[in-house]
């Protein structure tokens, strides 16, 4: 009797998982494969007749701006001062202000700001009037306030408002990029380049795959999404916002344009703008040099800060983004909607595809020890069994190119291991989401669940 339920719930899980599995397979099969018609395209086309632009060879543009730079800090005493001090020798000659925002109560981040920040005129330190933590969002409202009072004293508007945190290692050509991509778009997104792990093999292992998910999200999913028509999500870091298209999201309640009740006010941002009528655009280029014009820096190494990181996503993207954002625009839009809200589903299809592993290795072993009879799947099941194992090839395949492209080709092939671990990760972030989730609905408010970050030695890693 305990044989015949377990095989049951064996056939139950077994029927969720694949046709999960499928219909996800198939959705990202679908933006592999616009990649790579418009990758196709492009090459037979336009870059026949055009040279690749590059910073290098990037006019200046026609009506130049001063860009107002926002950086919330909570607690970054161990990154703050070597990324100021990494910034203001990038841009040595740009138009720029930085708005630093700290908290009263984090006495060591305020310590190591104001050695860089006096006597500097680029650097404008506002404190915000709560102690910490409140949002990431609240912070940004309060340096939103401060570009006023900076704009009222000067007579002077800024161009754009560019988004940067505390752990960011700048590129040398974005404000110029930034520049000249903003009189033609109200929002502009650079790529992001994890850095990658550092630590024993692990610590590298769990850093290095979100390495592996920003090669196949900035190197093709946002380009995809931009082909379509489809708005433009920040992702809170190199991503700069047209300053007037940015005034019209302000409101009295929120104090500034970002909803301070959100732990990702920088991607609702992006598709309140695009509601709005404004236009985003992701642009990959490279510099003189040959290198990707990002945004680089450390992510999480350890399993603890991943999940924390990856259930504050899934907070405000997959389960809140359903009731605060809505479904606005055309079956593009929507589609990419629901790309970004399925997060917490397939963490749940994919629980219950290794649930299915498990029950499949316990049955074969207690039929080898037993005369069980097992009976066959049916022709359907089995069919869509060879089709998600034949999807599965493809992703990890599609996965290991685009990060031997960003990366190298050993990344490349160890990506295909660590889809372990990123699931494994996925699965606990979505748990501790939902338990968040259900907490803010009871009343709970969310406050900016913040994770340590670290800054590269630049004199000796590359």
Not at 38 to 64: E, F
Not at 169 to 174: A, F, L, M, Q, S
Not at 265 to 271: F, M, R, T, V
Not at 281 to 302: K, S
Request: overall charge positive; aromatic content about 10%; glycine content about 8%.
């Amino acid at each position: 009797m305990l044989t015949a339920g377990l095989m049951g719930l064996h056939r139950e899980i077994l029927l969720f998982a694949i046709v999960g599995l499928a219909i996800g397979g198939l959705n990202d099969l679908l933006v592999d494969l616009l990649f790579l018609l418009r990758r196709g395209w492009r090459d037979m086309t336009v870059y026949r007749r055009h040279p690749r632009m590059t910073t290098a060879t990037l006019p200046p543009s026609p009506s130049p701006g001063r860009i107002a730079i926002f950086i919330p800090a909570w607690r970054e005493a161990d990154v703050i001062g070597a990324m100021l001090r990494h910034a203001l020798a990038c841009w040595p000659n740009d138009d720029f202000q930085i708005f630093l925002g700290v908290y009263p109560n984090d006495p060591d981040t305020l310590d190591v700001i104001f050695p860089v920040a006096t006597d500097e005129p680029r650097i404008l330190v506002a404190i915000n009037p709560r102690p910490g933590p409140t949002t990431k969002a609240d912070c940004l409202n309060v340096l939103w306030r401060a570009m006023l009072d900076a704009e009222a004293r000067s007579g002077q508007l800024f161009k754009a408002v560019l988004l940067h945190d505390a752990e960011d290692v700048v590129h040398p050509d974005e404000i110029r990029l930034f520049d000249f991509m903003i009189d033609r778009f109200d929002l502009v997104q650079l790529p992001v380049l994890p850095l990658p792990g550092r630590g024993n093999w692990f610590a590298r292992a769990i850093s290095n795959h979100y390495g592996d998910e920003f090669a196949e999200n900035h190197g093709k999913a946002l380009t995809v999404r931009e082909a379509l028509g489809a708005s433009m999500p920040s992702a809170g870091v190199a991503c700069a916002f047209e300053r007037h298209m940015l005034g019209q999201l302000v409101r009295p309640d929120y104090g500034g344009p970002f909803d301070p009740s959100s732990l990702t006010e920088d991607y609702e941002a992006g598709l309140q703008i695009a509601h709005r009528g404004g236009r985003g655009v992701f642009v990959r280029m490279r510099d003189r040099n040959g290198t990707l014009v990002a945004t680089c820096e450390y992510f999480p190494n350890r399993i603890d800060a991943a999940v924390k990181q990856k259930a504050r996503w899934m907070v405000g993207i997959s389960l809140a983004g359903w009731d605060r954002m809505g479904w606005h625009g055309g079956p593009a839009e929507w589609w990419m909607r629901i790309r970004d809200r399925r997060a917490t589903l397939a963490a749940l299809v994919l629980f219950a595809a290794y649930i299915t592993f498990f029950l499949t290795s316990l049955i074969a072993l207690v039929a080898f020890l037993t005369p069980l009879r097992l009976l066959p799947f049916s022709p359907i099941v089995t069919s869509l069994i060879w089709f998600n194992s034949a999807l599965l090839v493809w992703r990890i395949t599609m996965r290991a190119l685009f990060v031997g492209r960003a990366y190298g080709w050993r990344h490349g092939l160890t990506s295909i291991p660590r889809t372990l671990l990123a699931n494994f990760i996925t699965i606990m972030a979505a748990q501790r989401a939902l338990i968040l989730y259900a907490g803010s609905l009871l009343g709970k408010p969310l406050v900016w669940d913040k994770t340590q970050h670290s800054f590269p030695d630049l004199k000796t890693e590359p």
